[in-house]
């Protein structure tokens, strides 16, 4: 199966959660058992698993990147985002979920989340299951 899904942004960083659309892109495709690819294609932005249940966690996470990642440094990139890039290396392009029954064999607490750090921009994250 190979399917990427757009996941349109509204803020300059921020995670959104995409687990339902990622397990909708599966079942749309008939998909049961399997391992999941997750691959995000941009190099200002990020995929992670983490807590989905309370959005504080989110926020904080956040909260600590943009602290120990500053907007102000002597960066020499000059398209001027050089904070969204080190952010992106720092999170990572990519996970793999285990499928079964069709649904990501996530645990109870986790979702995952795309990782916006220089947005608001449309956005692809490409599944591949194998
Ligand atoms: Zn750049």
Known sequence: M????????SSKTEFIDITRDIEKALRSEGVDDGI?????PHTTAAIT???????SVKSDILMVLNKIVPWKESYRH?????????KSSIIGPSEIIAVEGGRLKLGTWQGVFFCEFDGPRSRK??????
């Open 78 to 86: 000059l398209e001027g985002n050089s904070p969204a890039h080190i």
């Open 125 to 130: 994250v490409h599944i591949r299951l194998v």
């Open 2 to 9: 190979k399917r990427t899904i757009t996941v349109k942004t």
């Open 36 to 40: 999941c690819m997750l691959f995000v």
């Open 49 to 55: 698993i983490n807590e989905s249940a309370d959005p």
